[in-house]
């Protein structure tokens, strides 16, 4: 079955970095396209960055020159390395795919900005 493993969330003072990974199995993985959502408490969960399976890259404006998306497809992960991070980037996230028309995603990571 597939099952998609973060890790990596944390807490960390503003300005400090972060790096989620998530370690996909069950799927095809170099022919899949990933993202990172995260949800913040009460807000809605959002898509923060996606990763085609060619390696194309997409952001929210929030994130934008901050974050990035990554993939290994020997490794079957996908990374999202968080720079400069900030308070309001609290929240819990998610890493998320589509196979065969199913959305699947992780258990989530909590991550911490503390000001």
């Known amino acids: 079955q597939v099952q998609l493993v973060e890790s990596g969330g944390g807490l960390v003072q503003s300005g400090g970095s972060l790096r989620l990974s998530c370690k996909a199995s069950?799927?095809?993985?170099?022919?899949?396209?990933m993202g990172w959502y995260r949800q913040g408490l009460g807000k809605q969960r959002e898509l923060v960055a996606v990763i085609a399976a060619r390696g194309n890259t997409n952001y929210i404006d929030a994130v934008k020159g901050r974050f990035t998306i990554s993939r290994d497809n020997d490794q079957n992960t996908v990374y999202l390395q968080m720079n400069s991070l900030k308070p309001e980037d609290t929240a819990v996230y998610y890493c998320?795919?589509?196979?065969?028309?199913?959305?699947?995603w992780g258990q989530g990571t909590q991550v911490t900005v503390s000001s």
């Open positions: 998320a795919t589509n196979a065969s028309r199913v959305n699947y």
């Open positions: 069950g799927i095809w993985f170099r022919v899949t396209a």
